[in-house]
C-alpha cells in the first residue's frame, strides 16, 4: 500500500504538536511531511515537495486558510484539504466546500479518533484516485506503445523486404504522424552510447526505449515533418521530409536540430547518444539503401569514446575487415593469467594493452565480444567463479555494452573480481606453500617443472612436499603438472594457429611424439582433433 504525505498548518504550535503526537501516522500509511506556524511557510514546502493532504487551520496571521489553499491548488489540483477552525461560521464552512475541501473540523470539538476517520476517509479517495490515474497513464502507455511497436514492424519490413513503387508506405507513414507533401527526405541513425548505464539506470530494455522514443518525440515536437522510429533499444531512426531550399540548406538545419536533440537527451536524461546523419533521397528504395548503410555505419561508433555527430559522408569510425582477432587469443589469455596470478593491484596494466589492440584493429564489436566471451569464460572455468558470471549474465552483459568505454569499464571490474577471487582462494588455504607452488608452475610452463624445484624454491624437503601437495589438492605433483599443461594446450590448439611442434617446445616438451602421447592419455584423443 502507497504511503500518502501529510502537511500540518496551525499558528497554534500546541495544536500542531497534538496532532502531531497523538496520531501515530504511520500505521495509517502516512508520512508527516512537515508542520508549518503559518500558510507562506506552507506555501514554500508545497512548491519543492507537493504533499498529498494538508491539515490546516482558517484563522491564521498573513494569509489565511482560505487563501493559502486557493493558492496551492493555483500550483496543483493534486493535494486534498481538511480545515481545523476555532469559528464555528457558516461563510468558513461555505467558502470551504465551494473550494473543494474535503472536511471542515471545529477545534472544540476535535477527538484523536475523529481525525483519523476523517483522514481514512481521504486516503481512501486518494487511493481510488491513484488508481484512475493508474489506469488513464496505462491506457496512454498501451496507445502508445502500439504506436511504437507499429513504426518498428513498419522499419523492419522497409529493410527486410523488396520496395514496390507502390503509395502504401507513404500512407503507413501518414499513421504515424508524418504527412509527407515534401519531395525529399533524409534519414538519420542514433545509437545509445552508454547501453548499459542506460539499463542500470532504467531497469529494462523496453523502458529504455520508450524514454527514449517519447523524450525525442517530444524535442523535436515543434517540427511536424518528422517521425522517430525504435530499431531495438540500442538503436532508434529519424526520418525527415524536407525540400530543397536555396535560401536556407535543409541538410544545415537538420543536423542543427538532431545535435540539439543530442545535448539536450545528454544534459536532462543523462542519455548520451551517437548519431549518423544520411543522405537527402527521394524514394523508398533510397530510403532503404541509406538506412541499411546507417546501421552498418552506426556499429563503427563502438570505438568513440565520447558520443559522436558525423555525416555519413565524413564518418571516420568506419569498421576494418581484419582477421579474426581470436588469433590472437593465446597472447591475451596468458597476459590474463599471469595478472590474476601474480595479484597485480592495477588491472589497467593488462585491460588497457587489450582495449588499444582492439581499438587499432577496430575488429567488428561482435567478433571482440565474442573474444572477450572467450577469455573470461575460460578464467571462470579456471578459478570456479560463482553465480554472480553464469555464461547467461556473462553473454547477456557483453550483448549491452555499446562502446569501447563501456567494454573496459567491465572488462576491468570482471578482472578485478577475478583477481580478487584469487587472493580469497589463497587466504582460504591451510597451506601458502600449496598457492606459491600452483604459482609458480603456471608461471614456468614453458620448460620442465621438477618436484625437487619447486620444493627447493619455498625451502621445503622434497618428500615432505610431495605428501603435502597429495593432501592439499588432491592430485600427485605430476598429475597437477600434467594437467595444467594438457589444458593449457588445448588453449592453444583452440585459440592459436600454432604447429603441434610449437606448441610442444612452449610447453617444455622436447620430443613431439612424447607430448602427443600424454596428450592423448590425458583426454583420450590425439590433439590434431582439436585443431
Given amino acids: 500500500m502507497n504511503m500518502h504525505s ?3 498548518v496551525d499558528d497554534d504550535v500546541a495544536v500542531l504538536q497534538f496532532l502531531r503526537m497523538m496520531i501515530v501516522w504511520e500505521d495509517h500509511q502516512l508520512q508527516l511531511a ?21 491539515v490546516t487551520d482558517i484563522g491564521m496571521p498573513g494569509m489565511d486558510g482560505i487563501e493559502f489553499i486557493k493558492a496551492v491548488k493555483a500550483i496543483s489540483a493534486r493535494p486534498r484539504f481538511v480545515i481545523l477552525s476555532c469559528h464555528d461560521d457558516f461563510r468558513y464552512a461555505q467558502q470551504a466546500v465551494q473550494i473543494g475541501v474535503e472536511d471542515y473540523v471545529l477545534k472544540e470539538t476535535l477527538e484523536p479518533q475523529h481525525l483519523i476517520e476523517l483522514l481514512a476517509k481521504a486516503k481512501s479517495k486518494m487511493e481510488k484516485e491513484d ?12 496507445v502508445n506503445r502500439n504506436k511504437s511497436a507499429a513504426k518498428e514492424k513498419w522499419l523492419r519490413d522497409l529493410l527486410s523486404t523488396p520496395v514496390l513503387e507502390d503509395p ?3 500512407e503507413r507513414l501518414e499513421d504515424f504522424g508524418l504527412h509527407p507533401v515534401l519531395p525529399y527526405f533524409i534519414p538519420v541513425v542514433c545509437r545509445l552510447h552508454r547501453f548499459r548505464h542506460a539499463l542500470q539506470r532504467y531497469e529494462s530494455e523496453d523502458t529504455v526505449k520508450f524514454i527514449v522514443e517519447n523524450a525525442v518525440e517530444e524535442l523535436m515536437a515543434a517540427d511536424k515533418d518528422k517521425v522517430v522510429f525504435s530499431y531495438s533499444a540500442k538503436e532508434f531512426c529519424l526520418l525527415f521530409n524536407i525540400r530543397k531550399d536555396l535560401r536556407i540548406n535543409p541538410y544545415d538545419r537538420i543536423a542543427a536540430l538532431c545535435k540539439d536533440v543530442q545535448h539536450k537527451l545528454t544534459q536532462v536524461l543523462k542519455l548520451p547518444v551517437s548519431m549518423v546523419l544520411g543522405e537527402m533521397v527521394g524514394d523508398p528504395s533510397s530510403i532503404k539503401r541509406q538506412y541499411v548503410h ?13 558520443p559522436e555527430f558525423v555525416k555519413s559522408s565524413e564518418n571516420s569510425y568506419s569498421l576494418a575487415l581484419e582477421e579474426d582477432p581470436l588469433a590472437y587469443y593465446y ?5 590474463l593469467n ?4 601474480d595479484g597485480n593491484a592495477d588491472p589497467s596494466t593488462v585491460v588497457a594493452p587489450f582495449i588499444l589492440f582492439v581499438t587499432q584493429h577496430r575488429y567488428p564489436p561482435k567478433s ?11 578464467m571462470m572455468l579456471k578459478l570456479r567463479f560463482n553465480q554472480q558470471y553464469t555464461n547467461e549474465k556473462l553473454q547477456r552483459d557483453l550483448d549491452q555494452l555499446a562502446s569501447i568505454g563501456e567494454l573496459e569499464e567491465w572488462l576491468t571490474r570482471f578482472v578485478q573480481d577475478a583477481a580478487g577471487l584469487m587472493e580469497q582462494i589463497a587466504q582460504q588455504s591451510k597451506k601458502v606453500e600449496i598457492i606459491d607452488a600452483q604459482k609458480y608452475i603456471q608461471r614456468h610452463l614453458g620448460r620442465k617443472i621438477t618436484l625437487e624445484e619447486v620444493a627447493d624454491h619455498l625451502h621445503l624437503n622434497p618428500s615432505y612436499f610431495s605428501r603435502l601437495f597429495k593432501k592439499e589438492t588432491g592430485e600427485t605433483f605430476i598429475e597437477y603438472v600434467t594437467r595444467i599443461k594438457m589444458e593449457r594446450a588445448k588453449e592453444l590448439l583452440n585459440g592459436s594457429d600454432k604447429t603441434l611442434e610449437t606448441i610442444a617446445h612452449m610447453l617444455g616438451y622436447e620430443s613431439k611424439g612424447y607430448f602427443v602421447k600424454v596428450f592423448k592419455q590425458h583426454y583420450g584423443v590425439v590433439p590434431s582433433r582439436f585443431v
Fill in 6 to 8: 501529510v502537511l500540518l
Fill in 34 to 54: 512537515g508542520t508549518c506556524t503559518n500558510a507562506q511557510d506552507a506555501l514554500q514546502i508545497c512548491r519543492t515537495s507537493m504533499p498529498d493532504l494538508i
Fill in 131 to 142: 488508481e484512475r490515474q493508474f489506469e488513464v497513464r496505462n491506457l496512454h502507455l498501451q
Fill in 168 to 170: 502504401t508506405w507513404i
Fill in 294 to 306: 546507417l546501421l552498418q555505419e552506426s556499429e563503427g561508433l563502438f570505438y568513440a569514446r565520447e
Fill in 331 to 335: 597472447v591475451y589469455a596468458d597476459q
Fill in 338 to 341: 599471469r595478472f590474476v596470478l
Fill in 368 to 378: 571482440v565480444k565474442q573474444f572477450v566471451f572467450k577469455l573470461v569464460l575460460d
